[in-house]
């Protein structure tokens, strides 16, 4: 399903909003997980080391032992499994779904305790689990069609992807991640990007506030921003990520694009 694609792509590039990574980037919050409140929560310890997680994979029906390597990364430990339940089982196997399924219920466990209080245990992470594999099982049965003309997009899977300006396809000079959010009642918009350089490895970002009429337009702004931002420092061959789909087929499209973002 996309958005289990979605989330192994976070889970494999460290992109998940942990309390690790989240106090990392600057967040003034405890990085303690927040099931045990032992461990910094990384990926490593709430996918594999958290009692709970342990609990999870070895009652699982594939009794995996995720403590049994500490010394292996949490990246290798992923890959190695899809590797194996893949080459095992083939493409339609039962057991990688399943080893989804069951990374995806602890993430919606944490969750839970995070954004509604609640304490995940065994029961609820076993149904948020079988919820998963019959989502799974209805995806895979009636998939969602794709258009063929938006197939090999780069960054996550799912994303759609335009190229506008002279096409470019090797490696960028630059990676803008764009936003942009609007409050209706005051039409305040809250524009920002985030630039990494790709040579460089060197991250910076600029943002502000603008008036617009609507989150189609606040997110043009910011991606436009963007744009200008970059140009002004010499940059020509850039990759912007956007989450605005109507962007992405605008530019695509240019000929019906909405004419408040023309």
């Given at each position: 399903?996309?958005?289990?694609?979605?989330?192994?792509?976070?889970?494999?590039?460290?992109?998940?909003?942990?309390?690790?990574?989240?106090?990392?980037?600057?967040?003034?919050?405890?990085?303690?997980?927040?099931?045990?409140?032992?461990?910094?929560?990384?990926?490593?310890?709430?996918?594999?080391?958290?009692?709970?997680?342990?609990?999870?994979?070895?009652?699982?029906?594939?009794?995996?032992?995720?403590?049994?390597t500490?010394?292996?990364?949490?990246?290798?430990?992923?890959?190695?499994?899809?590797?194996?339940?893949?080459?095992?089982?083939?493409?339609?196997?039962?057991?990688?779904?399943?080893?989804?399924?069951?990374?995806?219920?602890?993430?919606?466990?944490?969750?839970?305790?995070?954004?509604?209080?609640?304490?995940p245990?065994?029961?609820?992470?076993?149904?948020?689990?079988?919820?998963?594999?019959?989502?799974?099982?209805?995806?895979?049965?009636n998939?969602?069609?794709r258009?063929s003309?938006?197939?090999?997009?780069?960054?996550?899977?799912?994303?759609?992807?335009?190229h506008?300006g002279?096409?470019?396809?090797?490696?960028?000079?630059l990676?803008?991640?764009?936003?942009?959010?609007?409050?209706?009642?005051?039409?305040?918009?809250?524009?920002?990007?985030?630039?990494?350089?790709?040579?460089?490895?060197?991250?910076e970002?600029?943002?502000?506030?603008?008036?617009?009429?609507?989150?189609?337009?606040?997110?043009?702004?910011?991606?436009?921003?963007?744009l200008?931002?970059?140009?002004?420092?010499?940059?020509c061959?850039?990759?912007?990520?956007?989450?605005?789909?109507?962007?992405?087929?605008?530019?695509?499209h240019?000929d019906?694009?909405?004419?408040?973002?023309?």
């Amino acid at each position: 399903m996309p958005k289990w694609k979605i989330f192994l792509w976070k889970l494999f590039h460290n992109g998940l909003a942990t309390t690790a990574n989240l106090s990392y980037r600057g967040l003034a919050i405890s990085d303690k997980c927040p099931s045990c409140n032992l461990e910094p929560e990384t990926s490593q310890h709430i996918f594999r080391f958290c009692s709970l997680a342990t609990a999870a994979w070895q009652t699982s029906k594939l009794c995996i032992i995720s403590n049994a390597t500490p010394l292996v990364a949490f990246k290798d430990w992923l890959i190695a499994w899809i590797h194996y339940f893949y080459q095992q089982d083939g493409y339609n196997g039962l057991r990688l779904p399943e080893f989804v399924a069951i990374l995806w219920a602890i993430w919606q466990g944490r969750n839970n305790k995070v954004f509604n209080g609640t304490i995940p245990d065994l029961a609820l992470l076993r149904s948020f689990q079988d919820k998963g594999i019959q989502q799974h099982f209805t995806f895979t049965t009636n998939p969602i069609p794709r258009p063929s003309s938006l197939h090999g997009a780069p960054g996550p899977p799912g994303f759609l992807f335009a190229h506008f300006g002279s096409a470019f396809c090797e490696v960028p000079q630059l990676h803008l991640q764009v936003d942009g959010s609007w409050k209706k009642s005051s039409i305040l918009a809250g524009i920002a990007w985030i630039a990494d350089h790709v040579t460089t490895q060197a991250t910076e970002g600029q943002g502000g506030c603008i008036y617009v009429e609507s989150p189609l337009v606040a997110e043009a702004q910011a991606c436009l921003g963007a744009l200008i931002w970059a140009q002004a420092r010499g940059y020509c061959q850039i990759l912007i990520y956007t989450d605005s789909e109507v962007l992405v087929r605008s530019l695509l499209h240019q000929d019906t694009q909405p004419i408040s973002i023309a």
